[in-house]
């Protein structure tokens, strides 16, 4: 090592220009705020979408029929996919861990069971919620429903 190659740490050193530190540093002055106005004072801030008096996007945007918050979203789970574990991993009892544990639901959802495909194994089904030609297919294949 000698005085030709030294370097400081990486990381110590900050390469972004400073501003308002007098004329000589080419960001003196009014500090890159412009001249007079709200945006060149202390504390100024500008609202959420504020696009300078124009119109903004979320006022623009025509909106129209309703959203109901109290609605209950359900994940769905067919017939065919639990014909598909039970075929892969022998299973008589198809409940919620076991469909978490093999990637069909997260932990928040709420699961229905829809009738989609065949159920020809005799399967226990634990779920929030059962579609009437689903519940029909396992019951006929010798199963039962459980609700959650």
């Known amino acids: 090592m000698n005085l030709s190659n030294l370097k ?6 900050k390469s972004r220009k400073r501003i308002g530190r007098g004329q000589g540093s080419g960001r003196g002055g009014t500090s890159t705020r412009g001249h007079k106005g709200a945006g060149s004072r202390s504390g100024h801030s500008t609202k959420i979408g504020f696009e300078g008096g124009q119109m903004p996007l ?3 945007v025509p909106k129209f029929g309703f959203k109901n918050f109290n609605r209950v979203e359900y994940n769905g789970v067919n017939l065919d996919v639990i014909q598909g574990l039970v075929d892969k991993y022998n299973l008589t009892v198809i409940d919620f861990d076991t469909l978490r544990e093999h990637g069909l639901v997260s932990k928040n959802d709420l699961v229905k069971i829809l009738g989609r495909g065949e159920l020809k194994a005799k399967v226990e089904v634990k ?12 019951e006929a294949a010798g199963g ?3 609700k959650l």
């Open 58 to 60: 979320q006022r623009r």
């Open 127 to 138: 779920a929030h919620a059962f579609s009437a030609s689903a519940q029909k297919a396992i």
């Open 8 to 13: 400081p740490a990486v990381g110590s050193t």
């Open 144 to 146: 039962s429903i459980v």
